[in-house]
């Protein structure tokens, strides 16, 4: 009869894990301060593997580029290229004729070896072939090459982001954070506001109601998050407030842990009117009471409108001395503006100048 030994006898005994309960007190302080440390460590060796990567193709491309403009070769070099290379570097991807070809545009696009320097290169790979794809001018890669390095954007974001011309509506919005916070933190604020914010995500109608706009904001809440930035996680919808004995309905609350601080967003599905900024402030006053934590920043208001007159828009946040954001939501991105349409745009100091004068 024969008798089967267990596989585990002879391996090495574990001293079973201590329980967290077990630990001294400043232990989650050390382990937060070591997790972040060893993100910050993976995220700095594939920023690494990724610069040396992109600088291998620019050079490559930048060969490609060089041997064209001299010899004048054709499509037959590059297949040629692409089979010779693989059979070298049978391990290796990356070398198919039309990311060879990428490889050419990339260093036709970045002709300075500067650009090695640039946050261009520490993106993927397939980064950089979108913004190729996508983008036509050095100045706008760059600015998104940067965002997607900064809020650490996936391929399919950066090409929504791109979609969406976000480097056209970041920082836009209406507001009063620069007379009513420090310099900082305006800035800071400034650009996380978007105007329009594009919620191509629902369908509406003009018969739609603002409770049927923010059920779907709330339905599709992640792509929501993804358009208000960075930083922002959902608290609720249609939050309960009791001030004095009445009841009131914010339409939807969130929290922004970059901002340290509460948002507010209330929605209308019509033209901006200032006495909404009534209704908001008060809302936000009642989180800062009821809600946040001693800790927190005061509370930011974010009014988004169907339209709104910029210069009625700022008039009316000059009365407010809490952070409050006017902007338009749009269901599909618009054709940016004629420039002779924008320059014939009075600006608020204009109107002001205009008036003095009579």
Not at 26 to 55: I, Q
Not at 80 to 89: G, I, N, Q, V, Y
Not at 126 to 148: C, F, I, P, S
Request: proline residues 5%; glycine residues 6%; hydrophobic residues 40%.
């Amino acid at each position: 009869m024969s008798t089967f030994s267990d596989p585990n006898e002879d391996a090495p005994a574990f001293p079973p894990t201590p329980a967290r309960s077990g630990m001294p007190k400043w232990y989650p302080e050390m382990l937060a301060s070591v997790a972040d440390k060893v993100s910050t460590g993976r995220v700095r060796a594939v920023a690494a593997v990724n610069r040396e990567l992109v600088a291998t193709y620019w050079a490559v491309g930048k060969e490609l580029l060089t041997r064209e403009t001299s010899e004048g070769w054709g499509a037959k070099v590059v297949l040629r290229l692409s089979t010779d290379l693989k059979e070298r570097f049978p391990d290796a991807q990356g070398f198919s004729p039309r990311n060879l070809r990428y490889m050419k545009a990339f260093a036709e696009a970045w002709p300075d070896a500067t650009m090695l320097q640039q946050p261009v290169a520490t993106l993927a790979w397939g980064h950089n072939v979108m913004l190729l794809e996508k983008l036509d001018d050095a100045q706008t890669r760059l600015w998104y090459a940067a965002a997607a390095v900064e809020h650490g954007w996936s391929r399919n974001v950066l090409v929504h982001q791109i979609e969406t011309r976000l480097h056209e509506r970041s920082g836009q919005a209406i507001s009063n954070f620069k007379a009513v916070l420090p310099a900082a933190d305006s800035d800071h604020l400034q650009q996380t506001m978007k105007d329009p914010y594009i919620f191509d995500f629902v369908s509406m109608t003009d018969r739609h109601t603002e409770n049927e706009l923010e059920t779907q904001l709330v339905e599709h809440v992640e792509k929501f998050l993804l358009e208000l930035g960075q930083g922002f996680a959902f608290v609720g919808r249609q939050v309960r407030f009791v001030v004095g004995g009445d009841e009131f309905l914010a339409d939807l609350l969130f929290y922004n842990f970059r901002l340290r601080s509460f948002v507010v967003v209330e929605l209308k599905n019509s033209k901006f009117d200032p006495g909404y900024l009534g209704q908001l402030g008060m809302y936000m006053s009642a989180v800062d009471d009821l809600m946040a934590h001693e800790d927190d920043k005061p509370t930011i208001g974010l009014l988004l409108c169907k339209t709104k007159n910029n210069v009625v828009a700022e008039y009316a946040l000059r009365g407010y001395s809490a952070p409050i954001g006017v902007a338009e939501w749009k269901t599909q991105i618009m054709d940016s503006l004629p420039e002779e349409f924008k320059s014939s745009l009075p600006s608020i100091e204009l109107l002001e100048a205009e008036l003095g004068e009579r």
